[in-house]
């Protein structure tokens, strides 16, 4: 398949549910874990990615979820996360993306005949839990340029969890859902829930393996909203050298 269709959605990042009409106003909910996912593809070794994807009551698209090992040190996803003109050369379908300051993000979405191009600015926070770092990023309304040739996207919400592995080790897994607003061909919306974790996960994947920003000499100090626990942060990598993972991919290490 053509990848300009495998590339409308993703980013970053959860699940939401709520009203779908046009006059109703964003209703956004947290991860419903009692809802069963569906597994759409399986990766079997460091740098293969797993997806799934559920049907959400009253959503056109599934949210989905993804999740990849990557031979990266968690400092480096954290950053290129924490770049938003870089966005649209890893998440799913994104065109163009630019930061809004002074710590928003926003994203164009190629659109498909018959449905339109969308756009959405979000905003991010983060915290630290049981040694997994976790951003949680939602659309903010109010803030950001408008357009009246596009679609704004009506609900997003988006979670990554890290978890480093070792110091050049770290399990990346992301859980998305979107309501684009407007009815959507179920070609479409099926392309959207199955293709936008592999190919975002993928994208960041090969963003970093090509090594086009050189993070050698980052810090901890140069994460804007992606670390807001900057002294959390710290003794979380201070650790890292005790971290022992023979097996990262076994599936009873979470």
Not at 96 to 125: C, F
Request: proline share 5%; charged share 30%.
């Amino acid at each position: 398949m053509n990848r300009t269709i495998y590339t409308l959605f993703s980013i970053v990042v959860l699940a939401l549910t709520g009203s779908f009409s046009a006059s109703a106003q964003t209703q956004i909910t947290d991860i419903d874990d009692s809802i069963e996912w569906e597994v759409t593809s399986t990766g079997d070794d460091v740098g293969e990615v797993s997806t799934w994807r559920r049907a959400i009551p009253g959503a056109d698209v599934k949210q989905f979820r993804g999740e990849v090992i990557l031979n990266e040190p968690v400092l480096d996803i954290l950053l290129t996360i924490d770049t938003p003109e870089d966005l649209h050369k890893w998440v799913y379908f994104c065109r163009d993306s630019e930061a809004v300051p002074p710590n928003l993000s926003y994203m164009e979405y190629k659109g498909v005949w018959p449905v339109a191009a969308r756009y959405v600015t979000i905003q991010s926070k983060s915290w630290i839990e049981d040694d997994v770092i976790y951003i949680s990023s939602r659309n903010v309304d109010e803030a950001g340029p408008e357009h009246d040739n596009m679609v704004k996207i009506r609900e997003f919400s988006n979670l990554f969890e890290i978890t480093p592995l070792g110091e050049d080790m770290t399990k990346v897994r992301f859980t998305t859902f979107v309501d684009l607003a407007g009815k959507l061909p179920s070609w479409l919306a099926n392309a959207v829930s199955s293709r936008a974790p592999y190919v975002t996960l993928s994208g960041m994947r090969d963003l970093l393996e090509d090594g086009e920003r050189d993070f050698s000499d980052a810090s901890v100090d140069d994460l804007s909203s992606v670390a807001q626990d900057k002294d959390g942060l710290r003794r979380l990598l201070a650790k890292l050298d005790d971290i022992d993972d023979s097996d990262p991919l076994d599936p009873n290490d979470d």
